[in-house]
């Protein structure tokens, strides 16, 4: 299984969506949307090469992809199988 780094900012978007989902529906559907992304990140450790290319300009950008957690949760995560050069 591919090891699976997330990093400083995307930590922060989980945690700032879960903190919406705490007070703006409830703490049970606060932690189906982290058990969502979890099962996601299980899944892309298992095929790293799931989910849609994505196309940008920046040539950095050239490797990623994206996938959508499981509804009922409207959310897409962006990652990339290689490393982004600084």
Same mark, same amino acid.
């Given at each position: 299984?591919?090891?699976?780094?997330?990093?400083?900012?995307? =930590?922060? /978007?989980?945690?700032?969506?879960?903190?919406?989902?705490? /007070?703006?529906?409830? =703490?049970?559907?606060? =932690?189906?949307?982290?058990?969502?992304?979890?099962?996601?990140?299980?899944?892309?450790?298992?095929?790293? =090469?799931?989910?849609?290319?994505?196309?940008?300009?920046?040539?950095?950008?050239?490797?990623?992809?994206?996938?959508?957690?499981?509804?009922?949760? /409207?959310?897409?995560?962006?990652?990339?199988?290689?490393?982004?050069? /600084?």
């Amino acid at each position: 299984m591919t090891q699976i780094f997330i990093s400083g900012r995307a =930590e922060e /978007d989980l945690i700032n969506q879960y903190r919406w989902y705490l /007070d703006n529906a409830s =703490e049970g559907i606060a =932690e189906r949307f982290l058990i969502s992304f979890n099962s996601m990140v299980e899944r892309l450790a298992r095929s790293p =090469e799931l989910g849609r290319l994505r196309r940008f300009r920046a040539r950095k950008l050239a490797h990623i992809r994206s996938v959508a957690l499981s509804r009922p949760f /409207d959310c897409t995560s962006s990652f990339t199988s290689t490393p982004i050069p /600084d």
